[in-house]
Nanobody, 113 residues
Framework: QVQLVESGGGLVQAGGSLRLSCKAS????????MGWYRQVPGKQRELVAT??????YYTESVKGRFTISRDNAKNTVYLQMSGLKPEDTAVYYC????????WGQGTQVTVSS
């Protein structure tokens, strides 16, 4: 059974940085995309960044501040977040897409003003 385990969330002041990690355990093959989403209460889950073998995508609000990276050998995806703003506060979920779609359990990121 595949599980995605996230780490790295927490409380940080505006302007600070955090690095999220998401590691897949179990047998996972042919991952085509790895990404990060976020969700605040009462709103839909929002795509933050995604990475395939040929391209990366960032939602407009995080461009220049967040960087997604991946280690395929370790089945791990990272999200380096810098210049954090209070509006970045959310639960962040990692996502991996292959023959099936997998989700992490979510990690809380709170940015204080």
């Amino acid at each position: 059974q595949v599980q995605l385990v996230e780490s790295g969330g927490g409380l940080v002041q505006a302007g600070g940085s955090l690095r999220l990690s998401c590691k897949a355990s179990g047998s996972i093959f042919s991952i085509r995309a790895m990404g990060w989403y976020r969700q605040v209460p009462g709103k839909q889950r929002e795509l933050v960044a995604t990475s395939t073998s040929t391209s990366t995508y960032y939602t407009e609000s995080v461009k220049g501040r967040f960087t997604i990276s991946r280690d395929n050998a370790k089945n791990t995806v990272y999200l380096q977040m810098s210049g954090l703003k209070p509006e970045d506060t959310a639960v962040y979920y990692c996502n991996m897409i292959g023959p099936l779609t997998y989700w992490g359990q979510g990690t809380q990121v709170t940015v204080s003003s």
